[in-house]
């Protein structure tokens, strides 16, 4: 039989207690000051039976405790949420939901993706669960997948309440219990080595235990996952945010507003940080905006170095090559030629084809070398010409702090993965606890990743539990 804790009114209590035989019951009847009480009731008959609970119904938690569910169906799973179900899920990838990154199937370049996990995620991590599968998880389930061609991959329907209504249908047909508007606030173990956890509810004075045999701690980049991490005996690496937009020292950017550089080379060098970030030069595409640089280049950047940019206060120095394709001299050559072909044009009007670039962006160069007006390409000097060509290949912007990207955004730090085993994804500090999702030190740049690392974890720690939680039902059975 399917059970799981059910929580009661007080009236209740005093008629159900007389039933309340098994494992657990816990009660607590309200004090003079705050008229709440709390209680943990079993309906099992069968002794046997345990309890997962899951902290938290992101992507993590429900993916896990599907997983743990499936693998186990008489193990009662039960889902903690203080929010909504999935909400980050909805809001993702613009509404559409990124999925996951079609493009990446080899590990060791799937987990290059990472700035924090790409050495610990090359081993076994992707093997139980990567891209592929969580593609043929959800397309199993009925939901069509597109992968575009930078590798992202979208549910067809381009809404991401396709992604939730699959996982909740899902996780409602094999019985995991779901709870919403309930946040979990402290854990403790019992002397039986069973998780004793603490349940309140944000808007009236009501608190419930649920003792437990197995916990999931899926809770995001919230602090109150952290603290219960860190109860259980965790440390927690300093969470900084991680893929966001520079704010740029420089009023002239606002005329370039909107402009787009399919292909620029980027490199940063921190005010305060003397160590090198790792990555610290990226090619790609980059957006300017009203108040800086965006795009995927500069996202990548301030994944790769979100922890050193977080010590500096996020000030110092963007050195961006324009034309990362041509060589200097060819772009001195490149000037010439324009200059010998064009003497009577406007500097201002033409410039060489070559360099792929907008007329907007060419006159903000100008500007840059004092360079306005009527200026013919006959008058331009060789020295103008080198210093032009030296703007275009190592222009310097001034950083002067983090700008918002609303499309992603996550959060850099969390549980060190050295103490967990990626294998299962339980801790080796208290057995029986699990972590999966952005709780861990783990984060991807954008493209699918981040899902992903919730999807694998999950997987993982789900089919984790779910398998201890049937060996320990067999043993039950052989005695
Ligand atoms: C705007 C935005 C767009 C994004 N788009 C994409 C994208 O397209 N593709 C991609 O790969 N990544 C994207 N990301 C990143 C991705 O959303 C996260 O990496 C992912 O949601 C992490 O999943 P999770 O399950 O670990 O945590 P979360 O999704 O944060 O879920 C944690 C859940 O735990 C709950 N919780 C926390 N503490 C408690 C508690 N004490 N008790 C009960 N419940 C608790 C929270 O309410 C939350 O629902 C985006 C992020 C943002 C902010």
């Not at 607590?28 to 309906?43: D, F, G, K, M, P």
Request: aromatic share 10%; net charge positive; charged share 20%.
């Amino acid at each position: 039989m399917n059970t799981f804790p059910r929580f009661v009114s007080r009236s209740e209590i005093i008629s159900n207690i007389s039933t309340c035989t098994k494992n657990y019951a816990y009660f607590r009847i309200s004090n003079n000051r705050r008229r709440y009480c709390a209680v943990t009731v079993s309906l099992s008959t069968k002794s046997a039976e345990e309890t997962l609970v899951v902290v938290g119904s992101g992507a993590a938690g429900i993916y896990g405790a599907i997983r743990a569910k499936t693998i186990a169906p008489d193990l009662n799973v039960v889902v903690i949420e203080k929010g909504k179900p999935l909400s980050k899920v909805k809001i993702s990838g613009g509404g559409r939901c990124n999925v996951t990154n079609g493009h990446c199937v080899d590990n060791v370049i799937l987990a290059g993706n990472y700035p924090r996990g790409n050495k610990e995620l090359r081993g076994s991590f992707f093997n139980m669960h990567g891209p592929t599968d969580t593609m043929s998880w959800f397309s199993d389930r009925g939901v069509e997948l597109t992968t575009e061609n930078d590798g992202r991959v979208f549910p067809v329907s381009n809404s991401s309440s396709t992604i939730i209504d699959c996982l909740l249908s899902e996780a409602k047909s094999r019985g995991v219990v779901l709870q919403t508007g309930k946040s979990v606030t402290s854990v403790s173990m019992t002397g039986g080595g069973k998780f004793s956890i603490k349940i309140e509810k944000r808007t009236v004075d009501y608190v419930e235990y649920i003792e437990a045999n197995y916990m999931m701690i899926a809770t995001g980049s919230s602090e109150q996952g952290y603290k219960l991490a860190n109860h259980l005996g965790h440390s927690i690496v300093k969470p900084v945010p991680s893929l966001f937009t520079f704010k740029i020292d420089d009023f002239q950017l606002v005329e370039l507003s909107g402009v787009t550089f399919p292909k620029v080379r980027v490199k940063l060098k921190l005010d305060t940080v003397q160590k090198s970030i790792p990555e610290h030069t990226q090619v790609g595409p980059m957006l300017v905006t009203h108040w800086g640089f965006s795009g995927p280049v500069i996202l990548r950047l301030s994944a790769w170095g979100a922890r050193e940019l977080s010590e500096s206060v996020y000030k110092g120095s963007l050195l961006v090559d324009f034309v990362p394709d041509l060589h200097i001299e060819d772009v001195k050559s490149f000037l010439i030629q324009h200059k010998n072909k064009f003497p009577k044009q406007k500097v201002v009007n033409s410039f060489p084809s070559e360099f792929g670039l907008v007329k907007r962006f060419w006159r903000f160069i100008l500007e840059h070398e004092d360079l306005v007006g009527d200026l013919l390409w006959a008058s331009v000097s060789n020295n103008l010409l080198i210093s032009i060509a030296s703007h275009l290949k190592n222009c310097s912007f001034r950083v002067k702090g983090k700008g918002q990207f609303k499309d992603e955004f996550v959060t850099a730090g969390g549980v060190p993965l050295a103490e967990i085993s990626l294998n299962t994804m339980e801790s080796r500090i208290q057995p029986r606890l699990f972590f999966a999702g952005e709780v861990l030190n783990v984060d991807g740049v954008t493209g699918g990743f981040n899902f992903q690392n919730a999807w694998s974890g999950g997987y993982i720690a789900g089919t984790s539990i779910g398998s201890l939680a049937t060996v320990s039902d067999l043993k039950e059975g052989a005695l």
